[in-house]
């Protein structure tokens, strides 16, 4: 096994090249994270309650009911980023002849197969740091930050979130020499 960084990781054989990219574990960011998760799903419990069990006016309930699906369109958002830093990884088999993707949270998520013969501008790209796209990724909130993309019948696939600049090199390396090395079988 190969570890370029503290996030990824490279297993490779002589039939396949295992990639795994893990989200950056910072303990503290997961706590407060959970504080602000909880407090939030405590609100959203209180607006059902006050619902169901106060007698509210009708514009109150219209101002109730506005809030709570501002609240559950967040509440979907937030769940998904501290799952995903609980237990989130972009998982890249190279074998036969294509580039297997999967971003999965324990193992829960889908494979897809994108063939070498059909992946055109495979690319890298890291944004300025103290850029504002740079900062604004920087947050635990923010599920964006993909480095790596390419184009796959006119489709663009984006990979490899919240990697810097020396982790994206050193994995696009990696990448292509073993998707030349696994086209020629």
Known sequence: MISIGER?????????????ILPKKQPW????????????LCI?????????TLKLTGQEQVILWVFLSFWTYYAFKVVKAY???????E?????DGALHMKRSVKNYGRTVPYYFENIKDFRYQV??????????ESSPWIQSGERFSFEYFGKTIKF????????????????????RKHSKK
């Open 8 to 20: 990824i990781s490279v297993v490779e054989d002589s039939q396949k090249t295992t990639v795994v």
């Open 29 to 40: 960011v997961v706590a407060v994270m959970g504080a602000w998760l909880g407090m939030w």
């Open 44 to 52: 959203g419990g209180v607006t059902i309650w006050s619902l169901n």
């Open 83 to 89: 799952l995903w830093l609980l237990w989130g990884q």
């Open 91 to 95: 998982l890249m088999k190279i074998v």
């Open 127 to 136: 944004p300025e740091e103290r850029s504002f796209q740079s900062v604004w």
């Open 160 to 179: 490899g979130k919240k990697l810097t600049q020396k982790e994206a090199h050193l994995l696009s390396q990696v990448i292509e020499k073993k998707m």
